[in-house]
Structure formats: structure tokens, C-alpha cells
């Protein structure tokens, strides 16, 4: 079994290309950076690993995804390699299935603000532990069963 989820933030805005023929594709090449679970000494280190991501998953990236945008990914490893100069070159992808947002656009938008260090307020509603309060005496029907 070749399955991969990884959840980072896109290290710069996707690069994305169309390919050649009567039905293009979009192509779409990102570089996720994702916290390693432990520190060594201290520092917070990060594995930066690249995705590619084709059709409409490519065209989705394109329009939405930015820089510093905290995404998850779900796909699969494919390793490749190609000669330049002389000097053959190893590859290692993520060949993107699936991809959506990790958070909130509020919280990619303060998040990707480096000089604002501090996060939004609360809404009022809002309980600490991020579900809203619902008022009582709320007499509507629940939408589901």
C-alpha cells in the first residue's frame, strides 16, 4: 500500500502549467512544510516535500491555495529520476488524491500576516472551546435526524 498524509503549509504560491494537446491538464507543483514531531537541541525542524497535484486538483490549487496556507494531503509517493548533465537526478512526490484547507481563511489570513502577532478575538458566542453557545428557547427543527 502506497498512502500518504501529510498536513503543512505551502512554503510559496503553487507554479502551476497546462499541458499540451486538445484536452490540457493543469499541473500544479507545490512544496509543503511539515513539522517534524520532535526537536532536536531545541529548534523546530520541518521536512519540505513536494507535491504535485494534476486536473482539477491542480486547477482547485491554483485559484485557492498561497503561500503559507496550511493545507491537508492525502496521495501517494512516486519516485522518478531524469539525467542532467551528465548526472543522473532522484525524485521524490506526493501525487496529490485528495487536498483541503487546514484551517479557517481568518486564521490563514493572520497566520500569513508576519507583523500582526496576534490572533483574532473571539466571537462573544464563542465558548473556549471553540463550539458556539446555541440560545435557548430555540424552537426550530435540527436539519438532521
Known amino acids: 500500500m502506497n498512502k500518504v498524509i501529510l498536513m503543512g503549509r505551502l512554503t510559496r504560491d503553487p507554479e502551476v502549467r497546462y499541458s499540451q494537446g486538445e484536452q490540457s491538464t493543469a499541473v500544479a507543483r507545490y512544496t509543503l512544510a511539515v513539522d517534524r514531531r520532535f526537536k532536536r537541541d531545541g529548534d523546530q525542524s520541518a521536512d519540505f516535500i513536494q ?9 482547485f490549487a491554483e ?5 503559507g496556507t496550511k493545507i491537508v494531503v492525502e496521495g501517494r509517493i512516486q519516485t522518478g529520476s531524469y539525467e542532467r548533465d551528465g548526472q543522473r537526478i532522484y525524485t521524490t512526490d506526493v501525487v496529490v488524491e485528495q487536498q483541503e484547507f487546514a484551517e479557517s481563511k481568518a486564521a490563514s489570513d493572520n497566520n500569513s500576516n508576519y507583523h500582526a502577532q496576534q490572533s483574532a478575538p473571539a466571537p462573544s458566542s464563542a465558548v473556549g472551546d471553540g463550539f458556539m453557545n446555541i440560545p435557548d428557547g430555540l424552537d426550530e427543527e435540527l436539519p438532521f435526524n
Open 51 to 59: 507535491c504535485v497535484a494534476f486536473g482539477r486538483s491542480g486547477e
Open 63 to 67: 485559484k485557492y491555495f498561497h503561500k
